[in-house]
């Protein structure tokens, strides 16, 4: 496990998303209205749909192709869908808003 | 630790074997290596909805019930489009006609049916299919495109649906039968006469007591001879007389055959470790031809595969409906009084009900609905049953408890035992729905569908499930039906009242103040909230992009693999060389994997790297084509008078002057328009939202018309003599639409929904038109181009590019 300093929440808008690769992966990282920065893997268990790219509702995202909703907290797809996306630990610094991603 | 796993193989990918598979993936997921072979090229699908996809309101890929990802999940090889040849059951192999082999330990025949097709001279000919597979839909989908005139030959249940589905598809239908009143099979001439009558009235027409002879034409059917010596034109037939369940397979690898494979309770072939199961197999001297009878043998020989004890398959009741729009038809048991039974009939001309019941001793053995058909489920387990319903006939013909003569429909549900099945297809029973409502919390059909499958499949069961519901969850079912979206219990215009009467101004405002259950709303309502508000207060409101749908916050065509595409704007689909060579060279440059003109007169680059996308915008310096939005996409048109030599009006400069006026508008759904020089309407547009046709001296204009999923053609609105008049009415109508429409609503839609009346009575007045306009020009003078915004503003540009980590900490 490594733990990276990406970036500064400032670069991700709220209720907006932004992408990373790390070692072949796409993680996507979402900021909630709240502040809250969560990262999942960007990609649906549906078929594939490049989740950063849905919209964010509460601490929900919809995946843009067919409407999936994930949970960014658990990274459980909501009913009536199932499945899961495997999530990963970010923490912000409150005083500098700095993100940290452990993958 | 290597787990010894047993070979499966499936030969068959329907809804019979892998349904089979699916229960033994639940009983022993790890037992087995499981390989599947399906002749047809797709994964497993529900057959029973292609009635529903011809009949529009499905889309094809809707009804794959497993996709490939699923087998991948469960390491299924699967092998589509592979028909195997031969099995050899001393060596236990199968071999496909693709050359591939397949070892097993366990075999699983379900190869369905055939479809019977009549061996009249013509039978070959182009234009001559069955109704069967996804094939057969497609050909039909396509040759109503060409052509008018289809026979259906077989009034049965099939014919009957593939002959509504082609009624749909806008072709002239005759159903062929050869008996003297429909659906034999199923019902009684009474409710059969009721049911013909019902379809006549949809459009269908009928030829009863006719016997096929020949078919004519050269290469392609032209029409139908009978044996009376009669004919009837013909460019489609589409055979519907039967089924024979597929043996060809095990007759020549030595298995037992009668009229399907037999097999004995436990599915069990006459060759050791070789299964039949599904409309191939013949159990007990029958061989069945719906859905239920095959997953209950499913579910029996998933537990003979899973090694868990169980009872044999006993054999089925069958009941059958028919899935044709606004007529309610079931059946079920003995319907047509064996000897020795005597019949109870109810009719009701005026409300066009039948019902007749099949008592045999005190037994209920069959029964025949049509009108109404919410007692089938009971009565279907009645005659299941088998139990006395001596004393009970009188309530059960009249559909109600004797002391309860007047009361309401729910009242039937609610008298309903708990294990009777509503849905048949997937075995849901009353109090599984009843479970779901009262704790399971359900308060929508869709809910319950998720969470019980119930209606899941064909959907016959809906009206029953929605009596449930409303029996079970009371006003709070009833509310959620209303609202625009499971956040609210608002509709559409509640919801445009409030924002105006209380000069609500932001999405959360709206939803704060109007009590939305969800604090940030879902997909369906934050994009029509926001429409609503832009709508309203064109110059005032601040769009909300993060509640934009995707394709609008990309401002391009997010695709299945997560790539864009980029569709410059070429007004009226007229471009120059000097445009073209721009698009090229930056297609080139940046690899774009493909480059396509779409049905709209444009060039799309598809295949685009989300990151790409502010780089090929700044390169190419056009506007992009809103090719994807809700707004104003393209305006096509002919080449009218300026080259045609039919051509009355300049249609390329009038397409091209539309265009430029409504560039980047914001409607409720996407708007496509087309203009052509004359009537000969090359630029198609009379399946356009607003469709201009020019006439000698003048203009006609149409409108709601779609080329989509539900192909409409349009109506005429008017017809108007300048220009200028065209652009005044465009404006008008579409700001009347705007003003109007259901977010995601189209135009076809709205059409239907208000009627063509009010909208020409809200448009006629030049006043009123000209208000109209005035606002169109309001809102559309707030806009700007999204694209030069982007590529200007580093803040709204990152959002394309990935983050790089700083450093490792
Ligand atoms: C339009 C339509 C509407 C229907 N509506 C209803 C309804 O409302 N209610 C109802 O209960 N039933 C309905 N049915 C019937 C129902 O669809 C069938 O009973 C059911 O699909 C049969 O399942 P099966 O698995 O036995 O066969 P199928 O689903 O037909 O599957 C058999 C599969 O095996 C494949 N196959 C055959 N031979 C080979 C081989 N040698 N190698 C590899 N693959 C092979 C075939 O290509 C086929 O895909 C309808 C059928 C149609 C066509
Ligand atoms: S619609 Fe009429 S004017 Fe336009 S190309 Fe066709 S024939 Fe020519
Ligand atoms: S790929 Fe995400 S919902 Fe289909």
């Given amino acids: 496990m490594t733990k990276m300093h990406i970036g500064n929440v400032a670069d991700i808008d709220r209720k907006g998303s932004r992408t990373l690769k790390v070692n072949g992966m796409e993680i996507a990282l979402f900021r909630l209205s709240d502040g809250e920065v969560l990262a999942v893997e960007n990609k649906c268990p549906h078929k594939g749909g490049t989740l950063s790219e849905g919209m964010v509702c509460g601490s929900k995202v919809h995946c843009p192709l067919h409407d999936w909703r994930i949970d960014l907290h658990t990274g459980k797809v909501e009913d009536p869908d199932t499945g899961c996306v495997p999530t990963f630990e970010v923490e912000v610094d409150p005083v500098t808003g700095a993100v940290y991603l452990t993958v | 630790m290597t787990l010894f796993r047993k070979k499966l193989v499936l030969v068959g990918n329907g809804m019979a074997g892998v349904r089979a598979i699916e229960h033994l993936l639940k009983l022993a997921p790890d037992a087995y290596e499981i390989t599947i072979f399906g002749a047809e090229p797709h994964p497993n699908y529900n057959r029973i909805m292609l009635s529903s996809v011809l009949a529009g309101g499905t889309d094809l890929s809707e009804i794959v019930i497993n996709d490939y990802e699923w087998y991948?999940?469960?390491?299924?090889?699967?092998?589509?489009?592979?028909?195997?040849?031969?099995?050899?059951?001393?060596?236990k192999k199968v071999r496909s006609d693709l050359g591939v082999e397949a070892a097993y330990d366990e075999l699983i025949l379900a190869t369905g049916s055939d479809p019977f097709m009549l061996p009249l001279p013509g039978a070959d000919k182009e234009g001559v299919i069955a109704f069967r597979d996804i094939k057969d839909c497609q050909i039909m989908m396509e040759t109503s495109k060409t052509y008018k005139k289809a026979l259906v030959i077989g009034g049965g249940l099939l014919g009957l649906e593939a002959a509504r589905g082609l009624l749909h598809l806008g072709m002239e239908v005759s159903v062929v039968h050869i008996h003297h009143y429909i659906m034999e099979r199923q019902l009684d001439m009474e409710a059969a006469v009721m049911l013909q009558r019902e379809l006549e009235a949809q459009g269908m027409k009928f030829l009863l007591s006719?016997?096929?002879?020949?078919?004519?034409?050269?290469?392609?059917?032209?029409?139908?001879?009978?044996?009376?010596?009669?004919?009837?034109?013909?460019?489609?037939?589409?055979?519907?007389?039967?089924?024979?369940?597929?043996?060809?397979?095990?007759?020549?690898?030595?298995?037992?055959?009668?009229?399907?494979?037999?097999?004995?309770?436990?599915?069990?072939?006459n060759i050791p470790g070789v299964y039949a199961i599904g409309e191939c197999a013949e159990h007990r001297g029958i061989a069945y031809g719906l859905v239920a009878p095959l997953y209950e043998q499913g579910a029996v020989l998933a537990k003979r595969l899973a090694g868990v004890q169980g009872q044999g398959y006993?054999?089925?009741?069958?009941?059958?409906?028919?899935?044709?729009?606004?007529?309610?038809?079931?059946?079920?048991?003995?319907?047509?009084?064996?000897?020795?039974?005597?019949?109870?009939?109810?009719?009701?001309?005026?409300?066009?009900?039948?019902?007749?019941?099949?008592?045999?001793?005190?037994?209920?053995?069959?029964?025949?609905?049509?009108?109404?058909?919410?007692?089938?489920?009971?009565?279907?387990?009645?005659?299941?049953?088998?139990?006395s319903i001596q004393g009970k006939e009188r309530s059960l013909l009249l559909g109600l408890?004797?002391?309860?003569?007047?009361?309401?429909?729910?009242?039937?549900?609610?008298?309903?035992?708990?294990?009777?099945?509503?849905?048949?297809?997937?075995?849901?029973?009353?109090?599984?729905?009843?479970?779901?409502?009262?704790?399971?919390?359900?308060?929508?059909?869709?809910?319950?569908?998720?969470?019980?499958?119930?209606s899941a499949s064909c959907g016959g069961c809906k009206p029953l499930v929605e009596g449930l519901l409303e029996l079970y969850a009371g006003d709070a079912a009833v509310k959620v039906k209303e609202g625009i979206c499971g956040c609210t219990t608002l509709g559409r215009d509640e919801i445009v009242a409030e924002i105006k009467r209380m000069k609500l101004k932001t999405v959360k405002e709206v939803m704060n103040v109007l009590e939305w259950t969800n604090e940030e709303g879902c997909s369906k309502c934050r994009p029509s909230l926001n429409y609503y508000l832009g709508m309203l207060w064109p110059e005032e409101y601040v769009d909300e992009k993060e509640s934009r749908i995707t394709n609008e916050r990309y401002h391009a065509n997010i695709q299945k693999d997560g790539t864009f595409s980029v569709v410059p704007r070429i007004y009226g689909g007229v471009t120059s060389p000097g445009e073209l060579k721009k698009i090229a060279e930056v297609a080139e440059k940046f690899d774009v994997p493909m480059v396509k003109f779409t049905g709209g007169q444009r060039l799309d680059l598809l295949g685009v790297k989300k990151e790409d996308l502010p780089k090929i915008w700044e390169e190419l310096d056009m506007p992009s084509g809103h090719a994807y939005?809700?707004?104003?996409?393209?305006?096509?048109?002919?080449?009218?008078?300026?080259?045609?030599?039919?051509?009355?009006?300049?249609?390329?400069?009038?397409?091209?002057?539309?265009?430029?006026?409504?560039?980047?508008?914001?409607?409720?759904?996407?708007?496509?328009?087309?203009?052509?020089?004359?009537?000969?309407?090359?630029?198609?547009?009379?399946?356009?939202?607003?469709?201009?046709?020019?006439?000698?001296?003048?203009?006609?204009?149409?409108?709601?018309?779609?080329?989509?999923?539900?192909?409409?053609?349009?109506?005429?609105?008017?017809?108007?003599?300048?220009?200028?008049?065209?652009?005044?009415?465009?404006?008008?109508?579409?700001?009347?639409?705007?003003e109007n429409a259901s977010w995601n609503e189209r135009t076809s839609n709205w059409v239907e929904r208000v009627g063509l009346d009010s909208i020409k009575a809200a448009l006629d007045n030049r006043e009123d038109r000209l208000a109209l306009g005035q606002r169109i020009r309001t809102a559309l003078s707030v806009t700007t181009d999204p694209w030069k915004q982007i590529v200007a503003e580093r803040e709204l540009r990152k959002n394309f590019e990935p983050i790089s980590p700083i450093e490792t900490a």
Wanted: with cysteine; aromatic share 6%.
């Fill in chain 2, 72 to 91: 991948r999940s469960h390491n299924i090889t699967l092998y589509t489009g592979h028909q195997i040849e031969s099995i050899d059951t001393v060596n």
């Fill in chain 2, 314 to 387: 006993e054999g089925s009741v069958t009941s059958t409906k028919l899935k044709v729009s606004g007529v309610d038809v079931f059946s079920a048991g003995q319907y047509d009084e064996p000897a020795g039974s005597r019949a109870l009939r109810y009719q009701d001309e005026i409300s066009g009900v039948y019902k007749k019941l099949v008592i045999s001793e005190d037994k209920l053995i069959g029964a025949v609905l049509f009108g109404d058909t919410a007692d089938g489920a009971q009565l279907f387990s009645l005659i299941k049953s088998s139990e």
């Fill in chain 2, 210 to 269: 006719k016997q096929s002879e020949a078919i004519l034409g050269k290469k392609r059917v032209k029409s139908l001879l009978f044996a009376d010596g009669s004919s009837a034109e013909a460019d489609l037939i589409v055979m519907a007389v039967g089924i024979r369940p597929n043996t060809a397979l095990a007759k020549k690898s030595g298995i037992a055959v009668n009229r399907g494979i037999v097999v004995n309770d436990y599915m069990e072939t």
């Fill in chain 2, 401 to 454: 408890p004797d002391d309860a003569l007047k009361s309401s429909p729910s009242a039937r549900l609610e008298a309903m035992a708990d294990d009777e099945i509503i849905c048949g297809c997937n075995g849901v029973s009353k109090g599984a729905i009843a479970e779901a409502i009262t704790t399971g919390g359900c308060t929508s059909v869709g809910q319950i569908k998720a969470c019980t499958k119930a």
């Fill in chain 2, 629 to 738: 939005g809700k707004t104003l996409r393209t305006v096509k048109t002919c080449v009218g008078s300026t080259f045609c030599r039919f051509g009355t009006q300049d249609s390329i400069g009038m397409g091209i002057r539309l265009e430029k006026e409504f560039e980047r508008l914001n409607t409720p759904a996407k708007v496509k328009l087309a203009v052509s020089g004359c009537p000969r309407n090359c630029a198609e547009a009379t399946i356009k939202d607003f469709g201009v046709v020019a006439i000698d001296g003048g203009w006609e204009l149409h409108v709601g018309g779609n080329g989509g999923v539900h192909v409409r053609a349009t109506d005429l609105l008017c017809v108007v003599k300048t220009e200028d008049e065209v652009v005044e009415w465009a404006s008008a109508f579409l700001q009347y639409y705007r």
